[in-house]
């Protein structure tokens, strides 16, 4: 027989199992540990504000019904999107652009605090559409102040 002591420790021992492969198979499908979602396409290029690379932004492609990738620009203004940590790629269609410069890391750990992306560029404003064909391509971005 069982004392009540003993099956109180049995039934935390199974909820704490229980929890914790929740827990990692979350974490795996979250992260992009799946299979690659259907759609996304190689979408990579060069960013650029008034004929200059525009280095340390933010770069979003957001896709009316799949979802929104994101990538950042280098040092040279180049970048590369993702739809998760593993998943490179934006989904083919139009997607709306949106970019920021403001707190974005540099390649020696300094953060922007000035805002380089003219307000018809960013979040919540952005009319600007880049169309992604299913081959990929290089997607040049070319920003102008006004």
């Avoid at 929890?19 to 259907?38: D, L, N, T, Y």
Wanted: net charge negative; with cysteine.
């Amino acid at each position: 027989m069982y004392s009540a002591s003993s099956r109180k420790k049995t039934a935390c021992n199974r909820m704490g199992v229980f929890f914790s492969i929740i827990f990692v198979v979350g974490m795996v499908a979250g992260c992009g540990g799946g299979p690659k979602k259907e759609g996304l396409v190689t979408v990579y290029g060069t960013v650029t504000l008034d004929g200059e690379p525009l280095p340390f932004a933010q770069i979003m492609f957001k896709h009316d019904t799949d979802g929104t990738a994101i990538g950042r620009t280098d040092g040279s203004g180049s970048y590369e999107m993702y739809y998760t940590f593993s998943q490179e790629g934006a989904f083919a269609g139009e997607n709306v652009v949106y970019l920021s410069t403001k707190d974005m890391e540099t390649d020696d750990g300094d953060v922007q605090k000035v805002e380089l992306v003219p307000k018809q560029y960013r979040e919540g404003n952005s009319t600007l559409k880049v169309t992604v064909t299913e081959d990929g391509a290089p997607y040049n971005i070319e920003l102008k102040s006004n």
